[in-house]
C-alpha cells in the first residue's frame, strides 16, 4: 500500500476528478456578483457540500466515538504526540521567517518534549514557559508576500487559498508519520492522527453549525479570518481585517466567528 508521501500526485488527480463531477452533478452559477476573495465560489459551494456529507456519515461519528472511547489520558497522550510533530514544521517556518526567538523557544519545546516528554506524550514545556506556536508554509510564504490568491475548498481537507495548498503539498510528503517503514503501523498512525484532530474540531463544528447565515459564507469568511490572524501573529493591520469578509453578517454570526476563532486557537482543550 502506497504512502501519503507518494499518494500526494494520486490525491491532486483525485482533487481534480472529484471536483468536476460535483460541477458537474448539479452546481448553478452562483447568483450575484461574484467574492473578489472567492472567484471559484460556484465549485467550491459544491465541494463544501461533498465534504460536509462525507464529514457528517463517516468522520464526525468517527471522531465522536473516538472521544467518548479513548481514554482521556490517552486522548491528552496521542495529542501531545502529534503536537510535537508538528513542532517541526513549526521550527523549519520560525527559522525561514527570520522569527529566530521564536525558534530556539520552539527547538527548545521540541528537544524537551521528545526527551524528557516521551516523544512528546508528556507535554512538559508548556509548563517551562515554552508555548505551542502554529507556524506553516502558507504562513512563510505570505511573510515572505506571495499573496493569498483564490480561496479554495480541498476535496477530503477542506477551506484553504491557492497559496495554503501549496504550502500543503510541499509540507505533507514530507511529514515524519512517512518515516514508518511498516505499512500497517504507518495506516493506524494516520487513521489515528485523522480521528485525533476531528475530535478536536468537535466544538468548533459546533459553532459552524449554530451559525444564523450561509454555514459556506461563515465557514469561508472565518478559515480567511484565522489565518489573517496567523500570519500577523494574533494582530493583523484593521484595513486587512476588515477587508473581504461578508458585510452583512448579523451580530449572531459576529459572535459565532469571534467564539469559533477562540476554538481554532485552542485546539489542545480535553
Not at 22 to 36: F, I, N, Q, T
Not at 106 to 133: C, E, Q
Request: aromatic share 8%; net charge negative.
Amino acid at each position: 500500500m502506497m504512502k501519503l508521501s507518494t499518494l500526494i500526485p494520486v490525491w491532486l488527480a483525485s482533487s481534480l476528478l472529484i471536483g468536476g463531477l460535483v460541477l458537474l452533478s448539479g452546481c448553478a452559477s452562483v447568483p450575484g456578483p461574484a467574492d473578489e476573495n472567492d472567484p471559484l465560489e460556484s465549485y467550491n459551494r459544491a465541494m463544501f457540500g461533498f465534504n460536509d456529507g462525507l464529514d457528517r456519515t463517516i468522520l464526525k461519528p468517527a471522531a465522536e466515538a473516538y472521544r467518548d472511547t479513548m481514554p482521556q489520558p490517552l486522548q491528552t497522550g496521542f495529542r501531545n504526540f502529534f503536537s510535537n510533530l508538528d513542532d517541526i514544521f513549526v521550527f523549519l517556518n520560525d527559522v525561514l521567517q527570520l522569527k529566530l526567538a521564536q525558534a530556539a523557544s520552539d527547538l527548545s519545546r521540541l528537544v524537551w518534549n521528545t526527551s524528557i516528554g516521551l516523544a512528546g506524550f508528556i507535554d512538559v514545556a508548556t509548563p517551562m514557559d515554552l508555548p505551542k506556536h502554529n507556524e506553516d508554509l502558507g504562513q512563510t510564504l505570505a511573510v515572505w508576500g506571495i499573496g493569498d490568491g483564490p480561496y479554495i475548498v480541498l476535496p477530503f481537507l477542506g477551506p484553504s487559498t491557492l497559496r495554503d495548498t501549496a504550502g500543503l503539498a510541499v509540507e505533507l510528503p514530507h511529514h515524519p508519520v512517512n518515516e514508518i517503514d511498516d505499512t500497517e503501523t504507518y495506516w493506524a498512525t494516520i487513521v489515528l492522527m485523522a480521528a485525533n484532530k476531528r475530535a478536536q474540531l468537535l466544538g468548533a463544528s459546533k459553532v459552524v453549525e449554530e451559525a444564523a447565515l450561509d454555514s459556506y459564507v461563515f465557514t469561508r469568511d472565518a478559515y480567511l479570518q484565522h489565518r489573517l490572524y496567523l500570519i500577523h501573529d494574533g494582530n493583523p493591520p484593521k484595513q486587512k481585517r476588515d477587508m473581504g469578509f461578508d458585510k452583512e453578517s448579523s451580530k449572531e454570526d459576529l459572535e459565532l466567528e469571534l467564539e469559533l476563532e477562540r476554538e481554532l486557537q485552542s485546539p489542545s482543550k480535553p
